[in-house]
Every structure is written in C-alpha cells, then in structure tokens.
C-alpha cells in the first residue's frame, strides 16, 4: 500500500449514480426477515437483498391485485403440482 495517495481530481458522491424511479428511506424489518432475504442473495450467488425485497414487495401488490378466482386457481395449480 502507498504511504500517500492523490485525491485531488477525485469526487464525492455515490460510485453508482441513485435510479430517479426509486426513493430513499429507512425501514425497520425483523433481523430474521432480513437475513432470510440476504441468505437468499448468498444463495444465489450474489446481487442486492433490497433489490430482492424490492421484488417481494412488488409481487405483492401484484398479487392483492389479483381477483380472487385467479388466485384460487393459481393456488391449486401450485398445490397440484406439488402433489404430483
């Protein structure tokens, strides 16, 4: 390592530039959600847990949006398949 470096032409600020489409904010969450959510991440191999949560939640609205016979029928697909 270098007793001294040059800082001079460098600037502050995040080293990836904030996506405009997405808001900054602080959330609590359960330490077991959160490190569900980062397992799922080690797992994979890599990548972002918000990214991730970010992706459950939206499967989420996705869902409650979802009318009821087509949830029921995609459950019983779902539970079918299981049981095959």
Do not use: C
Not at 8 to 16: D, I, N, Q
Not at 54 to 61: F, P, Q, V, W, Y
């Amino acid at each position: 390592m270098r007793k001294e470096y040059d800082f001079s032409k460098a600037k502050r600020g995040p080293a990836v530039a904030a996506s405009k489409s997405k808001a900054r904010i602080t959330i609590r969450l359960d330490e077991a959600v959160l490190n569900w959510f980062k397992a799922q991440v080690d797992a994979a191999g890599g990548g972002n847990y918000q990214t991730l949560i970010n992706s459950a939640l939206l499967d989420h609205i996705k869902r409650e949006a979802e009318p009821l016979e087509r949830t029921l029928r995609r459950v019983l697909r779902e539970e079918l398949r299981k049981a095959s």
